[in-house]
C-alpha cells in the first residue's frame, strides 16, 4: 500500500478525529477557560506517560514483527501472545506505583475529589489503553487499516460525547472523569470490532510467554518510552514555567496553541502510523532514500499549505474553535507554526530510526530536543517574554533537523543510488 493510498484510507478517520477535537476543544475552552486548558493539559500527559509506560513502549516493535510475521503464522501468534502478556504485566505494575503514590500525583494534578474512586479509574483506565493500544499496533503490522479506521473513529466520536457531557455537568471535574473514562469505553469499541472482523485467531492472545520475542520486542521499548517521556517531561517544565512566570492566562494559551498544532497535523500523524514503520523496515538503504524524498516531496508542500492557512485564519481560528479568553495565542502562532514546518520533515527521519531499531541514537536525538527546547525556552522568555517560548520551540527544530541531516547525511546526501 502506497503513501498516497494510506493517506487517503486515513483521510476519514481523520476527518471525524477533527471534528471531534473541534467540538470538544470548544465545549473545554468556553466551559473552563484557560486554567482549564492547563490543568487538562497537566493529566492528558500524565495519561500519556501512563499508557507508554504500561504497554512497555512496544507497540512499534509489534508493528515491525507482526508485519514480517504475517505470512507466518506460528511467529504471529507467539509474538502477539507475548505482546499481550508484556503489555498487561506492563500495566499492573504501573498502577501499582499509581496507587502508591497516589497522593503525590494528586497533589501534581490538583485533584480534590473522590479521590480514591478516581484512582480506581484511572488503573481501569491505564489497563484498558495499553491493551487497546496493543490491538492497534497488531492490526496496523497486519495492514488491517479499515479496521484501524473504524475503531479510532467511534472512538473519538464517543470520546467527544463523554468529555462534552461531563464537562457540560461537572466542569473541570468533569473533564478529569472524562479523559479518563474515555479510554476504558476506546478498548470497548476495540473488542467489538475484533469480534465482528476477527482479524487474528483470539486464542494466538492466549499463548505461551517467550522469552526471545520478549528481547525482539523489548529493543523498540527504550524508544518508544524514551521518547514520549522527554516530549511529556519537556512540556510539563514548560508548561509550569509559564504559570509561575506569568499565569494560567498564558500557560493555558500556550497549551491551547499544542491542541491547534495537534488538530491540523492530525492528518499527516494519522498516515505516519499507518505507513512509514512498516515500509522502512523493509526498505534498503538505497530503497529508503528514495522512499524518504518521496515523502517529503508530498509532505512538504502540505504542511507549508496547512500552516500557512491557520496564520492568516488565526484570529477566526481562536474565536470558533476556542473563545476570546485565548487570544495571547496570536502572541506565540507564528513561531510555532513555523516550528511544524519542521518538525513533520523530522519524524520522518526520526521513524527511520525506530524502524531500523537504531536506539541510541533515537534516544541520543530525543534528549537532545528536551534539553535545547526547556534552555531555550528559559533563555528566549527572559529576553523576549512570552514570544519567546515559541521562538524556542521553532529554534529547537531547526536545531534538530540539522542535527538529524548530519546524523544521515550517507544515506541521504552522499550514498549514491545504484543504477541496478
Not at 8 to 19: D, K, M, P, R, W
Not at 265 to 284: V, W
Not at 321 to 328: G, I, M, N
Not at 355 to 362: G, L, P, Q
Request: net charge positive.
Amino acid at each position: 500500500m502506497n503513501f498516497i493510498k494510506t493517506s487517503f484510507l486515513s483521510g476519514l478517520s481523520t476527518a471525524i478525529s477533527l471534528l471531534a477535537r473541534l467540538v470538544s476543544t470548544k465545549i473545554v475552552a468556553v466551559y473552563l477557560g484557560t486554567n482549564g486548558m492547563f490543568l487538562m493539559g497537566q493529566l492528558k500527559d500524565f495519561l500519556r506517560l501512563g499508557n507508554t509506560i504500561g504497554s512497555f513502549g512496544i507497540e512499534n516493535g509489534i508493528v515491525k514483527y507482526v508485519s514480517e510475521y504475517e505470512n507466518e503464522k506460528d511467529k504471529l501468534g507467539d509474538i502477539i501472545g507475548t505482546s499481550f502478556k508484556i503489555n498487561f504485566t506492563s500495566a499492573l505494575i504501573f498502577s501499582a506505583l499509581i496507587i502508591i503514590f497516589k497522593n503525590q500525583i494528586a497533589d501534581f494534578l490538583q485533584i480534590n475529589f473522590s479521590e480514591n474512586f478516581y484512582f480506581l479509574i484511572l488503573i481501569f483506565s491505564i489497563i484498558s489503553a495499553t491493551a487497546h493500544t496493543c490491538f492497534l499496533s497488531i492490526y496496523n503490522g497486519l495492514n488491517k487499516i479499515k479496521l484501524y479506521v473504524l475503531v479510532n473513529i467511534f472512538s473519538n466520536i464517543l470520546s467527544a460525547i463523554i468529555l462534552v457531557l461531563l464537562v457540560l455537568e461537572m466542569e473541570i471535574i468533569g473533564a478529569f472523569y472524562a479523559l479518563a473514562i474515555n479510554q476504558i469505553f476506546s478498548f470497548f469499541i476495540n473488542i467489538a470490532f475484533f469480534l465482528i472482523y476477527k482479524p487474528f485467531d483470539v486464542n494466538w492472545i492466549f499463548k505461551k510467554f517467550i522469552y526471545n520475542n520478549l528481547k525482539k520486542l523489548s529493543s523498540f521499548s527504550i524508544m518508544a518510552v524514551v521518547g514520549p517521556t522527554c516530549l511529556i517531561v519537556s512540556t510539563f517544565i514548560v508548561r509550569d514555567f509559564l504559570f509561575d512566570e506569568y499565569g494560567s492566562d498564558y500557560a493555558g494559551s500556550w497549551e491551547a496553541m499544542w491542541r491547534i498544532s495537534a488538530i491540523y497535523l492530525l492528518f499527516l500523524i494519522t498516515t505516519f502510523k499507518f505507513y512509514l514503520i512498516p515500509t522502512f523496515s523493509k526498505l534498503s538503504d538505497n530503497e529508503l532514500k528514495n522512499e524518504v524524498f518521496k515523502i517529503w516531496k508530498v509532505v512538504i508542500p502540505i504542511i507549508i499549505i496547512i500552516t500557512a492557512g491557520v496564520y492568516v485564519t488565526k484570529d477566526l481560528i481562536i474565536n470558533i474553535l476556542l473563545s476570546k479568553e485565548f487570544v495571547l495565542i496570536n502572541t506565540i502562532i507564528l513561531f510555532h507554526l513555523l516550528g511544524d514546518v519542521i518538525k513533520i520533515n523530522c519524524w520522518v527521519l526520526g521513524n527511520i530510526m525506530i524502524s531500523k531499531a537504531d536506539t541510541k541514537s533515537f534516544v541520543f536525538f530525543q534528549i537532545e530536543w528536551s534539553l535545547i527546547f526547556v534552555a531555550l525556552t528559559y533563555l528566549f522568555t527572559q529576553q523576549y517574554g512570552f514570544v519567546g517560548v515559541s521562538i524556542a520551540y521553532f529554534v529547537t527544530y531547526i536545531i534538530h533537523f540539522t542535527l538529524l541531516n548530519i546524523y544521515f547525511r550517507k544515506l541521504l546526501w552522499l550514498k549514491k543510488i545504484s543504477s541496478n
